[in-house]
C-alpha cells in the first residue's frame, strides 16, 4: 500500500529481512504488508488481508489455507494482534531520502515499470525512527 505517490510501506520498513522471515506481518495470499488493512482470521486461527477474503468468499465459502467452512465475514473475526504488533514496527521518515535513481541502462514504456531504488540523505534528511502507526502524522508534520 502507498504512503505518497512515490513511496510504500516496503521502502521505509526497518528490518525487513527479519519481517519477511517470520512471514507473519504480511498476507499469506497477496503478500503485501498489513499497514493499513484490517486483518481476518478462521476459527482456526489463519488469517489475510480484508481484500484478499472478500476476493476469496465471492468464489468459495472456505478459508484459502485450511478450507473450513466461511459462510460470510460474520464467520470471521479481526486480527487485532497482528494489526497492533505491525503498527508497533519501526520504520523511517519519506523525508530521510532525497531522491529516486533511475535505471539508465535500462528503458521502460511509462513511470510505472521504472526501476527505481531509494537513496539515503545522509546530510539533511529526516533521522527520526518511527513507529507504523504513527507515520502519516510525523509525514505531515515533517
Known amino acids: ?10 521502502n521505509v520498513l526497518l528490518n525487513q529481512e527479519s ?4 512471514n507473519k506481518y504480511s498476507c ?6 498489513f499497514y493499513k488493512k484490517s486483518v481476518y482470521q478462521c476459527r482456526s486461527g489463519h488469517y489475510a488481508c480484508r481484500e484478499c477474503w ?3 468468499l465471492e468464489t468459495k ?13 460474520k464467520d470471521l473475526s479481526r486480527c487485532l494482534v497482528i494489526e497492533q504488533n505491525f503498527a508497533k514496527k519501526e520504520c523511517c521518515c ?4 532525497f531522491d529516486y535513481f ?12 521504472e526501476k527505481r531504488i531509494l537513496i539515503k540523505d545522509e546530510e539533511t534528511g529526516c ?6 502507526d504513527r507515520l502519516d502524522t510525523h509525514i505531515q508534520n515533517c
Open 127 to 132: 533521522r527520526e525512527i518511527i513507529n507504523v
Open 94 to 97: 519519506i523525508y530521510s531520502y
Open 28 to 33: 499469506p495470499i497477496c503478500f503485501e504488508y
Open 1 to 10: 500500500m502507498s504512503i505518497n505517490s512515490k513511496f510504500t510501506i516496503n
Open 19 to 22: 519481517l519477511q522471515k517470520k
Open 54 to 56: 472478500e476476493k476469496s
Open 61 to 73: 465459502q472456505e478459508c484459502m489455507i485450511c478450507r473450513s467452512e466461511v459462510n460470510s465475514y
Open 102 to 113: 533511475i535505471d539508465a541502462n535500462q528503458k521502460y514504456e511509462n513511470e510505472e515499470n
